[in-house]
């Protein structure tokens, strides 16, 4: 961090690891933006969702802020709900404004800490003529922790030799959002979702890879859907099933989910196996089914290192282009109405 007349932009997380770190993407860019410091208050206790710590998931990007020490530096402390709870005027001042405006309204904070699950950059990009991919970004804040990167080496190492696989194949599966219903707070995913939505794209891509040994690595967001999967790659003979490292399979289908911290851990681990794959694949039909899978295929560098294969609603596509998440927020805005523009009293109070 270097000093500034700017106001110090200081990203919080709001929600799970993936919509974190496309919201942490997303400070990094508006602080560009500003020609502002930028800091990174990220610890255990931040969010029920994700209660690990940035720097228990990634290295130190030498942006990492303890929370103590910003209340030091921070005399006036404005804070900036981007979430989707987010209201219209702060919405409205990120989709509309220029660069001299927001920083005006900046101009009382000395420090901006932004709450967001969003990948508000997205809407800045676009008046700003940005045109670095979020990999650009990602690069620098998200290089996985060293206990991370060699739990990922070992893996990759063993299912070289322990499954003789040349090609891996990463798929990732967001089932909740193929429900069958609701029961006790918790989502009831379809039955055979890999069987129906991802198994004819990774059975075609499999036969085109003449002369490789294909490995399947499937993270998915139940057992049910993990088993599934497991049960028809150990039905074919032209790929085999790869382990997870991670010891305890996720059911991710609560509304409102909390993760402790290993949970955090294993899912970031699984991420950075999807990223280093040799080839990956999501769904997207309008936009990602999960801010997990934007990550992960964003991550992969698709237009020079990765295969990255698109599932949509009857075809699956390869794409060679960068590839970014999807804005997911459902608040509206409307740069016509002048009276939006203003930033309203409540969009950036003072703590």
Same mark, same amino acid.
């Given at each position: 961090?270097?000093?500034?007349?700017?106001?110090?932009?200081?990203?919080?997380?709001?929600?799970?690891?993936?919509?974190?770190?496309?919201?942490?993407?997303?400070?990094?860019?508006?602080?560009g933006?500003?020609?502002?410091?930028?800091a990174?208050v990220?610890?255990?206790?931040?969010?029920?969702?994700?209660?690990?710590?940035?720097?228990?998931?990634?290295?130190?990007?030498?942006?990492n802020?303890?929370?103590?020490?910003?209340r030091?530096?921070?005399?006036?402390l404005?804070?900036?709900?981007?979430?989707?709870?987010?209201?219209?005027e702060?919405?409205?001042? %990120?989709?509309?404004?220029?660069?001299?405006?927001?920083?005006?309204?900046?101009?009382?904070?000395?420090?901006?800490?932004?709450?967001?699950?969003q990948?508000?950059?997205e809407?800045?990009?676009?008046?700003?003529?940005?045109?670095k991919?979020?990999?650009?970004?990602?690069?620098?804040?998200?290089?996985?922790?060293?206990?991370?990167?060699?739990q990922?080496m070992?893996?990759?190492?063993?299912?070289?030799?322990?499954?003789?696989?040349?090609?891996v194949?990463?798929?990732?599966?967001r089932?909740?959002f193929?429900?069958a219903?609701?029961?006790?707070?918790?989502? %009831?995913?379809?039955?055979?979702?890999?069987?129906?939505?991802?198994?004819?794209?990774?059975?075609?891509i499999?036969?085109?890879?003449?002369?490789?040994?294909v490995?399947?690595?499937?993270a998915?967001?139940?057992?049910k859907?993990?088993?599934?999967?497991?049960?028809?790659?150990r039905?074919s003979?032209?790929?085999?099933?790869?382990?997870?490292?991670?010891?305890?399979?996720?059911?991710?289908?609560?509304?409102?989910?909390?993760?402790?911290?290993?949970?955090?851990?294993?899912?970031?681990?699984?991420?950075?196996l999807?990223?280093?794959?040799?080839?990956?694949?999501?769904?997207?039909?309008?936009?990602?089914?999960?801010?997990?899978?934007?990550?992960?295929?964003?991550?992969?560098?698709?237009?020079s290192r990765?295969?990255?294969?698109?599932?949509g609603?009857?075809?699956c596509?390869?794409?060679?282009?960068?590839?970014?998440?999807?804005l997911?927020?459902?608040?509206?805005?409307?740069?016509d109405?002048?009276?939006?523009?203003?930033?309203?009293?409540?969009?950036?109070?003072?703590?």
């Open positions: 961090m270097t000093e500034s007349t700017a106001p110090l932009i200081v990203f919080s997380p709001d929600s799970g690891l993936g919509n974190n770190m496309i919201a942490l993407v997303s400070s990094k860019f508006l602080a933006i500003l020609q502002s410091p930028f990174i990220w610890e255990r206790d931040s969010t029920l969702s994700c209660q690990a710590a940035y720097t228990d998931i990634f290295t130190d990007s030498g942006h802020l303890p929370e103590l020490r910003m030091e530096i921070c005399p006036r404005c804070d900036l709900d981007l979430t989707h709870f987010g209201s219209k702060c919405w409205n001042m %990120i989709n509309c404004n220029s660069e001299d405006r927001l920083a005006d309204n900046f101009k009382d904070c000395s420090c901006v800490r932004i709450r967001s699950n990948y508000f950059l809407p800045l990009a676009r008046r700003f003529a940005e045109t991919p979020f990999s650009f970004y990602a690069g620098e804040l998200f290089q996985p922790a060293a206990s991370l990167a060699e990922v070992r893996t990759r190492e063993s299912w070289k030799y322990e499954y003789n696989v040349s090609h194949i990463g798929v990732h599966v089932s909740a193929y429900t219903g609701i029961s006790d707070g918790h989502l %009831i995913p379809q039955d055979d979702v890999f069987k129906k939505y991802f198994w004819p794209c990774v059975h075609s499999s036969l085109d890879l003449e002369g490789e040994s490995g399947i690595f499937v998915a967001d139940t057992a859907v993990r088993n599934e999967a497991t049960e028809m790659i039905s003979k032209y790929v085999v099933m790869l382990p997870s490292p991670i010891s305890v399979i996720p059911n991710d289908t609560a509304i409102g989910p909390m993760r402790n911290k290993q949970e955090v851990l294993d899912a970031a681990t699984e991420l950075f999807l990223q280093t794959s040799d080839s990956i694949v999501v769904k997207r039909v309008g936009r990602f089914d999960s801010t997990f899978s934007a990550v992960a295929v964003a991550l992969s560098l698709c237009e990765g295969a990255c294969y698109i599932v609603e009857h075809n596509e390869r794409t060679t282009e960068p590839v970014s998440p999807d997911h927020h459902t608040v509206e805005s409307n740069c109405e002048p009276n939006l523009v203003d930033v309203d009293r409540d969009c950036l109070p003072k703590t």
